[in-house]
């Protein structure tokens, strides 16, 4: 009898084969830029909390490459099992799809939104030494000077660089793309004096604007970022009228059951006043939507890049 009630209570202790197994794997969210910036911000915040509310480890593994695409496509041959998760930007998701010559790999169609977590202020910046200090000098500048001036991105087509080349596009502006693996590292270089200008995310260039090493020359949407609300548009800073948008970030999943938990899960986590506080610390704003909302402004987005691209030349 006594062995009997022994073997029980051993195989009470030892987990079930399949299911109680795969909850126990760790979490991974796969960010596709360097550390450093909103990106990576945003999921962390995401990784402590998810970890935390479905009582299982998560990670953060960073994978830069591809102007953002190279975590998706990772994730997109990922198990469907809601073990892997990744972040999307939108160039990478919506954009880079779409430019001539591409790799055919679109995010949209081959993962599934889970939700939108943020939205991006992107900010023109300059060296705060021996860059130009507003918009208007800037522009002087860069049609004056030969070759014009050079200004770093996160990557071809990404929306940082595109807001740019509309600002080009408007102002008759010479302005020169030099692509980065991130905005952290595109802000370094303009610190470094190693180009005169980058358009980053306001998580990447805000630190530095706020330590004096960089001038915030502008934000590239209609209204001031509430979160740097000193910052004057591109508009304010001379070009009237000049919109290039902000971006967003979400995060995919492969094809697979569980994303309405995900999705709800990372709804109350947004709620959270204590996390909302953390997300204004990042420069961005807090933008939840769920899968169905955010599928649909991924597949308007998308649209409207696609056919918009075919009314431009290849952007530089």
């Known amino acids: 009898m006594l062995s009997r009630i022994s073997l029980l209570l051993l195989a009470l202790t030892l987990p ?40 299982r480890q998560a990670f953060v593994e960073n994978k830069p490459g591809a102007g953002g695409a190279l975590g998706l496509q990772i994730l ?32 949209v169609r081959e993962t599934l939104p889970v939700a939108k977590l943020i939205d991006i202020p992107i900010v023109l910046v300059s060296n705060s030494k021996a860059g130009p200090k507003t918009i208007k000098e800037m522009l002087d500048r860069a049609k004056s000077t030969a070759g014009g001036l050079s200004f770093g991105t996160t990557g071809a087509n990404s929306s940082q660089h595109l807001a740019i080349e509309l600002l080009k596009k408007t102002t008759g502006a ?15 270089a303009v610190i470094g004096d190693q180009i005169p200008l980058a358009s980053v995310d306001l998580t990447s260039g805000h ?18 970022a509430k979160t740097a609300p000193d910052i004057p548009t591109i508009a304010e800073g001379g070009v009237p009228g000049f919109d290039g948008s902000s971006g967003y970030i979400g995060i995919f999943a492969p094809p697979g059951p569980r994303i309405r938990e995900l999705s709800s899960a990372i709804a109350a986590i947004v709620a959270k006043p204590d996390v909302q ?39 530089n």
Request: neutral net charge.
């Open 207 to 224: 630190p530095h604007i706020k330590a004096g090493t960089l001038i915030g020359l502008g934000v590239t949407a209609v209204k001031r």
């Open 174 to 188: 010479n302005l020169v793309h030099v692509p980065y693996r991130g905005s952290a590292p595109a802000a370094i």
């Open 277 to 315: 506080a953390r997300i204004a610390l990042l420069s961005v704003e807090p933008a939840y939507e769920d899968e169905t909302t955010f599928g649909k402004l991924l597949a308007a987005d998308s649209a409207k890049w696609k056919e918009l691209f075919k009314t431009l030349p290849a952007a």
């Open 76 to 107: 997109s041959k990922s198990p469907p099992d809601g073990d892997t998760l990744s972040i999307g930007a939108t160039g990478a998701l919506v954009i880079n799809p779409h430019v001539p010559g591409s790799s055919g790999f679109d995010p």
């Open 16 to 55: 079930g084969p399949a299911l109680a197994q795969g909850s126990q794997k760790a979490l991974q969210i796969i960010v596709p830029f360097p550390p450093g910036g909103s990106a990576d911000g945003i999921a962390r915040i995401v990784a402590t909390e998810l970890g935390e509310r479905l009582n």
